[in-house]
Antibody, heavy 119, light 103 residues
Framework: EVQLVESGGALVQSGGSLRLSCAAS????????MSWVRQAPGKGLEWVAN????????YYVGSVKGRFTISRDNAKNSLYLQMSSLRAEDTAVYYC????????????WGRGTMVTVSS | EIVLTQSPATLSLAPGERATLSCRAS??????LAWYQQKPGQAPRLLIY???NRATGIPARFSGSGSGTDFTLTISSLEPEDFAIYYC?????FGQGTRLEIK
């Protein structure tokens, strides 16, 4: 079964750090761009970051540049998001999402992991 | 940066009725548009890609159309499980969502 499972979400104080993980199974991670997408409570979807198949290219939404780092380990079938200098506005469910081959669409999503930043 | 505007914000319909959801782009995006369904407490699910192609396992009652700046997601006859929030997406931008609720 094709699956993404996130972990690492927690309650953290403003200014703190957290590392999210996403375990992939049922498909070859190394051939896909991968993204993190977040959703603040009661709000819509916001793309956060993505990473190329071999990790050589990474892109971020402006609000997290310099604070978040996306990375991957294809040998471990895993995606990561290192978050630092966390702010209250980073509070959200963070989803790991697979980008469909040859497009920018997200065809597989994990169930998400909750990050709460207290101020 | 392209902005996607969805309308209406909320749509109230009864099971069996036809639903028409709109997504408008601030500039032409050809057919590079996807639609997602999200139910409470669940992750989004890809419904339509490239404006009009149903994703794997998506029922035929879901259809997408449009090109350029105006796009439509149509649900031909609403089933109880279709009441959810729907988002359009182009590249790394999402619309604000349309909530489809039971009338």
């Amino acid at each position: 079964e094709v699956q993404l499972v996130e972990s690492g979400g927690a309650l953290v104080q403003s200014g703190g750090s957290l590392r999210l993980s996403c375990a992939a199974s049922g498909f070859t991670l190394s051939i896909h761009w991968m993204s993190w997408v977040r959703q603040a409570p009661g709000k819509g979807l916001e793309w956060v970051a993505n990473i190329k198949q071999d990790g050589s290219d990474k892109y971020y939404v402006g609000s997290v540049k310099g604070r978040f780092t996306i990375s991957r380990d294809n040998a471990k079938n895993s995606l990561y998001l290192q978050m630092s200098s966390l702010r209250a506005e980073d509070t959200a469910v963070y989803y790991c999402a697979r980008e469909k081959l040859g497009s920018d669409d997200f065809d597989i999503w994990g169930r998400g992991t909750m990050v709460t930043v207290s101020s | 940066e392209i902005v996607l505007t969805q309308s209406p914000a909320t749509l109230s319909l009864a099971p069996g009725e036809r639903a028409t959801l709109s997504c408008r782009a601030s500039q032409s995006i050809s057919t590079y548009l996807a639609w997602y369904q999200q139910k409470p407490g669940q992750a989004p699910r890809l419904l339509i890609y490239a404006a009009s192609n149903r994703a794997t396992g998506i029922p035929a009652r879901f259809s997408g159309s449009g090109s350029g700046t105006d796009f439509t997601l149509t649900i031909s006859s609403l089933e109880p499980e279709d009441f959810a929030i729907y988002y359009c997406q182009q590249r790394k931008t999402f619309g604000q969502g349309t909530r489809l609720e039971i009338k």
